[in-house]
Structures are given as C-alpha cells and as structure tokens.
C-alpha cells in the first residue's frame, strides 16, 4: 500500500501531463504483480467497492474521536476521507502494511455487515498517505487528474510500444493486467483480444490552414460535412456491442437505443448526434445525453440518438484500415445497403473541384448542426492517432464577443507565476438602472506567450481585490473572445455558457464600456 | 506555619502589550515594545525591535542583531540554558525549546509558584537546536499552533527522502524548496546533510544571512551557494531553497522547470498546498503536532494549562477532558503562519 500511496499523493499535487508519464511509468517499473494491476485498475476507474459508502467511514473515526474534536476538524480540513485519514488514532506496534493487492482481495469480500470491521482493521495497519489512498480507493472517485487515457499513455511510455496498441487491447482485458505487464516486460507474448469489440484507436485530422491548401493538390482530397456532435466508433464483434467515445471511454450504458441497433457484426466509425424527425439537431440536445450513467425514458423520448457514419474499420473478420479511403468508402456504401442499420446513416460527401468552391461552401451552409468540413485523402489508409498530412478539418469560422476582464486566477505548473486564467464578463442593465457586467465564461489559452507576460504585467498593476489565487481587476480591459456556439446554462449566473472559449485578441486599444452586452450573445443561441 | 504559594493568575496578566509578569515588570514575547523584555526566540511575531531592556539567550539576541542591527534593542543581557537570574522578585530560567536555534522556554518562579512559558517548540528531530526540555509547574502556558487531532507530524526524516527520491527522478529539473528564513531553511538543510546529500545547495538571497549566522554559531551545514548567477542549465538537477512567497512567483521563472516544493506543518492539508501551487509537500515542522502537545503538557505535569496561540479552543477542550484545568489566553501579536 505504501508506493500506491506515494503515487496518489504525487499525482493529486502534480500539475503538468509529463509529470505524471513520468510519475506513473517509474511506478509501474517499480512495483510487482498484482499491485501495479491494481492500481492501474483503480486509476481507470475500473475498481468499485459497492458494500462500502461513506457514511461507514465516518461513523468509524467518530467511534475512535471526540466528536467535538471530530467537527472542528472536519470544518477545517473540508474533506472527510482526508478528515478521516488525518485524524484515524494510531495503534501502538508494529503493523505490517498490507498492500495493495491484499486490500482489493480483502474488500472484495466484504458485504454490508462486514466491511466496517474490515475497513477499520486496515486503517490501523496504515499511515495517514495510506489512509488517504484506501479511503479514496474504497469509497470510489480518486478524482486525482489522471484519465484512463493518460494511464495508457504511461503504460505505453513504460514498455516502450505504441498506445494505439495499448488501447486495442484494453477493453478485451480484466485487471490486474498480468498478462498485459507481461508483455510490456517483455516477458510473455502480447495478449490476444482479436475477437472482440474492443475500441480501436481512431483517426483524427489536423487543423486546415492556408499553407496546407497551397501545398494540397484539391483532385486527390474528398470533402463531407464535420458534424457537430462527438466522434464515436461502433463496435460490434462476436456478440458484444460497444459504443467507445474518441479517447476509448465505453458509453454504451448512455446510449442504450444505438447499442440495440447494432445487430451486425462490424467496426464503424462516426458522429453521435440527436436526430429528431429525420433533422440532426444542435450539439446542446446532445449534450443532455452525456455524462449519464443510467438514461430515462424520456430522455430516449426527447433526444433520440443517431450515428452518422464516416468510415468502415472491419466487416465481420476482415481488417479494412489498410485500404485506401476511397475503397473504404465504397465497402461502407455497399455494408450500409446490405445491413441496413436502424439509427445509422451514411455521412453524404461533398462534390468540390477546388479549394474557392469548398469554402464557399464551407461558409455558406446555414445548418447548425454543421461545424465545418473535413477534408480526407482519397488514398489514406485509416491510420491510429493525428498523422499530418491525409486528413484534415476546416471548421467554420468561431464566433467572437468584446468582453471586460474581471477575474484573473494563477495557472498551474509552468504557469504557476502567471495570472493565466481569465473570467471576463458581458454588460447587461444593472438593478439601480445602470449597467454591471455579469461573467460569460472563462478562458486560459488563444494567447501568445508574449502576451500572456503582458496580460500578467496587466493583472498585477491593476488588481482591486484579492480571494486566494484569484485576483479581482478594475473593469477596463477588452478580450476578444472566439467560441463554437453558445447554449443556456442553468449553472452559470449569466445563464449562458460558451463551447471553446478562447481570447482571441487583446483589444488595448478599445474603452471597456464599448464592450458587448449579454443579449447579444443570448441571441446567439442555437437550440 | 508555611505560607501558601500564590496563584499564577495572581502575579501574570494579559495585557495588549503581551503576558506581563507583574512582580518584575517584564514581559514575555511582547507585541509592542516595553521597558523589560524576555524574548524567547528570534521569529518576528516573538523577538520585535524597539524594547528597552532585552533578556534572551545569546543565538537569539544574535538572530535580533542580524534582523534588526540598532533597534535590536537599548540593553541586552544574555543568557544561557539552565541559567538563572532575578528580576525583582521574580527568577527568571531559560530552557531549551527545541523550536529554533537559541529558542528557549521561560521558568518563572515567584514566592514558590512556578509558571514555565514554552514559546513556540516542537519534540521532534532537529540537527540544529538543542531539544526540548520539559519542567514541572503550576500553570504551562503553551502554544497550540497544532492543536488539532488532524496534525499529525510524520518523521522529518521521511519527508526528506521523498524529496530526495524525486530529484532522482526528475533530473531536469530544479527542486524549489519553500522554507522559512530562520530554522525551517537550516533544518532542512541540516536533515538533506544527515541524508547523505553533499551536493551544494542553492538560497534566495533572502535566506544567505541567517544561514550564515547559523555557520557562525557552530552549525555545520555544508556548503551552499546563492543562486544569483546561475543560468538554468546549471540549475537541472539541484534543490533550491527560497522564502515561501517566493516559490509560485517571478523569482522562480529563473529555475528550470521547477518541482514547487514546501517544507511546513501546514502541508498536511492539502487545500492548503494545493492553494499554494505546492508539487511536493514536505510535512516538516518547528511547532508540536497533537500528540507531541499532549504528551508535553502530561509530562511538565501541570495541573493548570493556559494556551497563547494557534487552534486554542480544540486543545483546551481535549485537555479539560483529561482532568486538568484549561483556559485560552487571548494574546495579540502572534501569526498563525510566521513561523512555519
């Protein structure tokens, strides 16, 4: 238990992505079978101790503590598993640290009626790191900054092979991962997941810019419409059904009505959206849908899910990734006519002869539910990860609004001395008749490191107030915002909420009562 | 027939200067300046300029010369541990703190009564100072900077390893250590020496005159070096020590890639870290946790307890629970976070 500890309380404090690659990879060097599997389990979410809440753990310090004590200290330290770890009384004596394989196995057995006695039998037996890590580790949510995604990255770092292989494998593996360790060891042959719907790494695209539509012959490219929902692949392998997000999170349980639709046997490649009366609807329907564990009725009533499709990774057995887009494109015509699939369609193409009439194209469609245009080389095979060059995306030019600077707030890591994130604000009419700016949303990156130093400068010479890292600064500097779209929120005070907000100019030069006013971005609303 | 010893109560107040012990006219750590002052260690919300008559021992009256050159004080009278000296009625003993170097509690004894002062201390482990000493009284006037069940101090020892295994693993870096300028930063460079670092290590120029004063009053901590000059190239791979106001602000753009580190108690909640951009918090401590007030206060045996400052209310509950009398002394003047 006690390197898992170290690890925990290193990652929890640690700010930057490399860091953490480097923290993480040195553990898994470091620590045997089977605990390194579990922690990695634990980390990806993939450890869940059903008989164990939290209540249980604070009814055990308060068996231990004063409870007055137990109060006070709760309110100071704000957490209560920290509370807990922090105020647990040690037992005189020699106890050996279990580890963590020990922990799993023994909370894995425990049931409702046995887990207290068993949970307060380790806490004796640990310190307060370790406490800190077991209380955590047991009532679910270690909520340190690491995603399943980065865990595979350092996985990937640490035996030296590529993560696209990582993540084929993961879905058809269970923890502690022995025999994946094995192979990243170098020890055993690489685990053997073929038959199954695990997510396969997808294919995402550059950023379109000028210099590349020089150099891009417009005749070897295909056009079709980026779809503003989230990229997806469906897939379904040897009876099961799996819908994975772009970065291999498993949604399936949100998404009940597409996983029924998928009686076939095939990997495909598209866009999740809400379609309604055969008309794709705007990016906010679809977004009541994610992040949900269970779904209702009536969400499946009100927000119909639909996948528009992109491209064919296998039909049935055979491995279509190394043929050419174009063949590609043919099989998935020809697999959509045969199957038939209720709650998919084909994502039409673009005719376009140069790059003039694709972006007259580009910026003249009206549709909402349309972000822009991806533009594909005929002859690219489906290739894992973001390579330069075969696929790009030439999304519609952002939106953007004058803002007022109000709040800064120090970054983190290498941007710890700066004042880098940025809360700016909208005016709207005041309640003594005037006008006040009410705060539209926060952004912490569009900037030049040139400018981030002066903003900075900025923030320091002109703060009114301070509440921790957070500086408040007098109303007078205007931030060209750009955005996606903007929808309603019901939890920010303004009622709005942007989708990409970035600080697209640093506008010195305009007087901040000239800055827009919320009903403007209101109006923009897509619903 | 011999006569009863008066109560403590009746020979010590709270005044908004300080705690007065009025048979002698002195005050203990006082917060604006007085005619006749026992100072109990060099911390600036303890040992402030401008007092008359100043009684300390001789490290601390060197650290108030360093900091305060002329205003240290108009007259000075040293004193060492286990010394003793009368100011009216009243005799006055300096023991040993264990807070900081030439920290000292103060041994009151009046007409058979004894009160004993702590000032700030700890009963952990540090190379620099001379440890604690517990001595038996009526009323124990302690500290609770602590005084919460939650303050658990682990082995400074501990701390230091895990400092010291991440510079193994992060070689391109710099390791920014946050420490107070007196006693954190030499106890920490003191607990890396024991460790078995012998590399230099690298100051703020904030912290150079106080770690030499250490060097000069017979601490032996190695060799360090300012960072003034040094370009960041030469700066990969060492530790860094600066002032805590210094570790998430300008002055650290200098430092390749820093590793924000921070030795204090007040790393053992990690709101608090977190607030500070700390990367690597070292729970390293000068004050008594929880347990080590506790223990103290059953060992100087005292059937009274008065507590001067920090999380008074939490220590005052606990040891009215284990029988002994209890009370919060409202003093002005102390810091939560000056010494830590």
Not at chain 1, 262 to 281: H, K, N, R
Not at chain 2, 192 to 212: K, M, N, S, V, W
């Amino acid at each position: 238990m006690t390197p898992f500890a170290e690890l925990i309380e290193r990652l929890v404090f640690c700010p930057s992505r490399n860091g953490k690659l480097r923290l993480l990879a040195d553990y898994f060097a470091r620590v045997p079978d089977p605990d390194r599997g579990w922690a990695l389990a634990a980390l990806t979410g993939g450890l869940d101790f059903p008989a164990v809440k939290a209540g249980v753990v604070r009814g055990l310090a308060v068996e231990r503590v004063d409870p007055t004590l137990f109060g006070w200290s709760y309110d100071y330290v704000g957490d209560l598993a920290e509370t807990v770890s922090l105020i647990w009384p040690e037992r005189p004596g020699p106890n050996r640290v279990p580890t963590l394989g020990e922990v799993v196995e023994t909370m894995q057995t425990a049931n409702r009626s046995t887990a207290p006695a068993l949970v307060a039998g380790l806490l004796d037996a640990l310190d307060a790191n370790e406490r800190f890590a077991l209380l955590k580790l047991i009532t679910g949510g270690m909520r340190i900054g690491v995603s399943a995604r980065l865990a595979k990255v350092a996985l990937a770092q640490f035996g030296k092979v590529d993560t696209a292989e990582i993540e084929e494998l993961w879905h058809g593996l269970t923890p502690p991962y022995e025999d994946l360790f094995g192979w990243l060891d170098g020890n055993a042959p690489k685990p053997n997941v073929e038959e199954t719907a695990v997510f396969r790494p997808l294919m995402l695209a550059h950023p379109m810019e000028e210099g590349d539509r020089a150099a891009a012959d417009p005749s070897a490219y295909r056009a079709e419409w980026k779809w503003d929902g989230i990229r997806v692949q469906v897939a379904a392998r040897g009876g099961e059904r799996r819908l994975y997000s772009r970065t291999g999170d498993d949604i399936s349980g949100a998404f009940p009505d597409i996983t029924e639709a998928m009686a076939f046997d095939a990997v495909l490649d598209g866009e999740l959206l809400v379609c309604q009366d055969g008309e794709i609807q705007s990016f906010n329907r679809l977004q009541q849908r994610l992040n949900r564990k269970k779904v209702t009725g009536r969400m499946l009533d009100e927000h119909p899910a639909w996948v528009r499709l992109y491209d064919i990774l296998f039909d049935g057995d055979e491995d279509m990734r190394s043929l050419a887009f174009d063949e590609r494109r043919q099989r998935l015509e020809a697999w959509i006519e045969r199957e038939g699939p209720s709650r998919m369609d084909l994502s039409p193409m673009i005719q376009f002869s140069d790059w003039q009439g694709l972006d007259d194209l580009r910026t003249s469609t009206e549709n909402s539910a349309i972000e822009g245009v991806m533009v594909k080389r005929g002859d690219s095979p489906y290739v894992a990860g973001r390579p330069k060059g075969p696929w790009y995306k030439w999304k519609r030019a952002p939106q953007t609004l004058d803002t007022v600077l109000m709040y800064a707030q120090r970054g983190h890591g290498k941007r710890s001395s700066f004042y880098s994130d940025f809360t700016f604000g909208a005016w709207r009419p005041a309640e003594d008749g005037g006008r006040e700016l009410v705060p539209v949303g926060k952004a912490y990156f569009g900037f030049t490191d040139e400018e981030l130093a002066q903003l900075d400068k900025w923030v320091r010479a002109n703060t009114t107030d301070r509440f921790g890292p957070v500086r408040a600064v007098s109303q007078e500097l205007v931030l060209e915002v750009a955005f996606d779209s903007v929808s309603h929120s019901t939890r920010h005070k303004s009622g709005v909420a942007m989708r990409f907000p970035r600080i697209s100019r640093i506008r010195w030069d305009k007087p901040a009562s000239e800055a827009d006013v919320l009903e403007t971005l209101e109006a923009l609303i897509a619903d | 027939m011999a006569q009863i010893p008066p109560h403590p109560a009746s020979w010590l107040r709270v005044t908004d200067r300080g705690l007065h012990v009025v048979p002698g006219d002195l005050y203990v750590d006082p917060a604006r300046s007085v005619d006749r002052a026992v100072i109990t260690h060099g911390h600036a919300d303890h040992a402030r300029p401008g007092n008359r008559a100043v009684l300390a021992t001789s490290e601390t009256l060197a650290v108030m010369d360093a900091r305060y050159g002329n205003d240290a004080a108009k007259s000075k009278q040293a004193l060492g541990y286990g010394q003793s000296v009368d100011i009216g009625d009243v005799s006055v003993r300096l023991v040993p703190a264990g807070h900081v170097l030439g920290s000292a509690q103060v041994v009151l004894d009046y007409r058979g009564s004894r009160a004993v002062v702590s000032g700030d201390y700890k009963r952990g482990l540090d190379p620099t100072c001379t440890p604690f000493e517990p001595v038996s009284c009526d009323v124990f006037i302690t500290e609770a900077t602590f005084g919460l069940p939650v303050f658990r101090h682990p082995h400074a020892g501990d701390e230091v390893a895990k400092l010291l295994r991440s510079v193994g693993l992060f070689p391109d870096r710099a390791h920014l250590v946050g420490v107070y300028a007196l006693g954190k930063c030499q106890r920490v460079i003191a607990l890396l020496r024991q460790a078995g670092y012998d590399r230099p290590l690298y100051l703020h120029g904030a912290l150079i005159a106080l770690t030499e004063l250490y060097g000069e009053l017979g601490v032996e901590l190695g060799e360090v070096r300012p960072v003034a000059d040094l370009t960041k190239e030469e700066l990969k791979g060492e530790i860094v020590l600066a002032p805590p106001s210094a570790i998430a602000d300008r002055w650290s753009r200098r430092l390749p890639d820093p590793v924000v580190c921070a030795a204090s108690g007040w790393m053992r909640v990690r709101q608090r870290a977190r607030q500070r951009g700390v990367e690597l918090p070292m729970i390293i401590s000068d004050h008594a946790d929880w347990d080590e007030l506790l223990r103290t206060i059953d060992e100087v045996d005292a059937p009274e307890v008065w507590v001067t400052h920090g999380r008074e209310e939490a220590l005052v509950h606990q040891v009215t629970l284990s029988g002994r009398r209890a009370q919060a002394l409202s003093l002005v003047g102390f810091e939560e976070d000056a010494a830590e």
